[in-house]
């Protein structure tokens, strides 16, 4: 009885260092299960933010692919531009020797026309001081039969000066024909027609640039045919009509240079031959 009695007092505390205990085993179990829980939620939250994380990658991955698309579509539309324009360029090219190539057989054309057209329209031509208008072929047979002359061909020159006279009778180049009508005949030592023509050309055009010469060449005709009157006649006519003309200084040297013809005194008839008669 006197351990009943003994143990009694110490019942309550028993009681209450067991409700301690159990007190505190609920309190770590309440606590192991908010860690737990708070645990859970992280890794919901990590999970959750990871996923997120994972789709704002995708989606910049997908933004990343669109624009290495539109960066690869622009550089092969870019590409087609550059082909394009090379392309461009390379017809423009092409126009511009076509054209080139066009306007240079338009100018080689209108070169020919004008050379056509040029041999059919007069020319102006100046010769002996004298200027006026001849057609391309007048001037060339003119020309040609000169170039006879030259050579010391006088009868081809005679030839062709006489046909172009027929040819052509009122040509502006008649004065100097007539003139070198005059030089031909006179090479062939046909002396009166010489005279003839250069007195043609002083009838014509008696200021003529080549009046004094052919004034000259006639005394030349002359004195070869041993007319000598004749021959100083026509040097006085040129120191008279031309005085400043080199022709008139020929003149004056030559007269100087030549004794006055004596006139032809006519003998009277002596009185052996009337007794004669």
């Known amino acids: 009885m006197r351990a009943v009695h003994l143990l009694s007092p110490l019942r309550p505390l028993a009681v209450v260092l067991a409700l301690l205990g159990a007190s505190t085993a609920q309190a770590g179990l309440f606590g192991d299960d908010e860690a737990r829980t708070a645990i859970l939620q992280l890794r919901e939250q990590r999970s959750k933010d990871q996923e997120d994380l994972a789709a704002r990658f995708a989606a910049l991955n997908a933004q990343i692919d669109r624009l290495n698309r539109s960066l690869l579509d622009m550089n092969a539309q870019l590409e087609l531009l550059r082909t394009d324009l090379a392309r461009q360029r390379g017809q423009d090219e092409v126009l511009a020797r076509e054209v080139a190539e066009i306007q240079r057989h338009q100018k080689d054309l209108q070169q020919g026309i004008d050379a056509r057209v040029s041999k059919l329209e007069p020319q102006s031509v100046t010769l002996d001081g004298k200027t006026f208008q001849a057609d391309v072929e007048e001037k060339r047979e003119f020309e040609e039969s000169l170039a006879k002359l030259r050579q010391a061909d006088f009868a081809g020159g005679l030839s062709g000066l006489t046909a172009f006279l027929k040819k052509y009778p009122d040509t502006g180049y008649k004065e100097s024909t007539l003139y070198w009508l005059g030089n031909a005949h006179y090479g062939l030592r046909a002396y009166k027609e010489s005279i003839s023509a250069f007195r043609a050309l002083l009838a014509l055009a008696p200021q003529h640039m080549r009046a004094p010469e052919a004034l000259l060449s006639i005394s030349n005709c002359h004195s070869e045919l041993k007319e000598a009157k004749l021959a100083r006649a026509a040097l006085d006519d040129l120191i008279k009509g031309y005085p400043d003309s080199e022709a008139a200084q020929v003149a ?8 006055p013809v004596s ?8 009185k052996s031959s009337k007794s004669r008669g």
């Open 252 to 259: 004056r040297e030559r007269l100087a240079a030549t004794p």
């Open 263 to 270: 006139p032809t005194v006519t003998k009277p008839a002596s």
